[in-house]
């Protein structure tokens, strides 16, 4: 199986407790969110936690489904996705906005808040590489630059404006898996992830250790992080999901 991995903080519950065995069986593949939805759609990978939206396109494609239910979420606030510049949300119009190339999913949810929250279309998205003060970030780039940052310039939690406007959470990102896989190996992925996630929520202590050595981050404020993200997605969750579905349909 062509597996892949995420190696943001949020991604780390999944992974901090898979055996050395499991993993020495799959060819893992690490990277960002929108590269692993490139190489399944190009037919390379066979399962991973994907961005939401591309999660969508390779579900309706018809040669994935969603595995489990476990995903990221959040409600509220969760500190890594972050428009970074602006004070309100009119400050954007007529601006850039650069946007890492790491989002698929991100990208949307802000044009979905920009343009049906506060009808705004005047704006134009560019790479990271414009010197725009108005950025949009994700993962652990938009975690470094709040926990550094803090509130010395203007930053939105576009996981908090969601919940303040919907009422609901928003899911970042799921698992899916390629259908065509046997169905005894799509089960003992699920069974594997889902009992390694358990441990780590079980023991973020040291999931949260191992990632503060990787990323010089403190311990204490990605213990907090962590545990702002919901993983496994129930009702309320898919609600959300839903709800942005259709909202995206209307872009």
Do not use: C
């Not at 970030?137 to 509130?151: C, P």
């Amino acid at each position: 199986m062509k597996f892949g991995s995420i190696p943001f903080v949020n991604m780390a519950p999944y992974y901090h407790f898979l055996s050395a065995r499991w993993l020495e069986e799959h060819q893992v593949t690490s990277g960002n969110p929108r590269h692993l939805g490139n190489l399944a759609k190009t037919g390379k990978l066979d399962a991973a936690p994907f961005s939401y939206v591309d999660g969508l396109e390779l579900v309706a494609s018809d040669e994935f489904q969603w595995l489990d239910s476990m995903g990221i979420a959040g409600f509220g606030p969760i500190s890594s996705i972050l428009l970074v510049g602006a004070n309100r949300p009119s400050d954007i119009i007529g601006q850039n906005v650069a946007v890492s190339p790491q989002t698929s999913t991100t990208v949307r949810l802000l044009e979905v808040w920009l343009r049906q929250k506060h009808g705004i279309t005047d704006y134009r998205l560019v790479g990271l590489d414009d010197p725009t003060p108005l950025r949009l970030l994700i993962g652990d780039e938009a975690l470094r630059r709040r926990l550094e940052w803090g509130r010395s310039e203007p930053q939105t939690d576009l996981s908090a404006e969601w919940t303040a406007w919907t009422g609901k959470p928003f899911v970042f990102a799921r698992w899916a898996v390629r259908k065509s896989l046997p169905d005894r190996d799509k089960m003992r992925l699920g069974v594997s992830v889902r009992s390694a996630l358990d441990l780590a929520l079980a023991d973020l202590e040291d999931v949260t250790r191992v990632q503060s050595e990787r990323t010089g981050l403190p311990q204490s404020d990605l213990m907090a992080y962590l545990k702002a993200i919901r993983f496994k997605l129930g009702p309320e969750e898919l609600s959300g999901a839903e709800e942005f579905g259709n909202k995206l349909a209307l872009l």
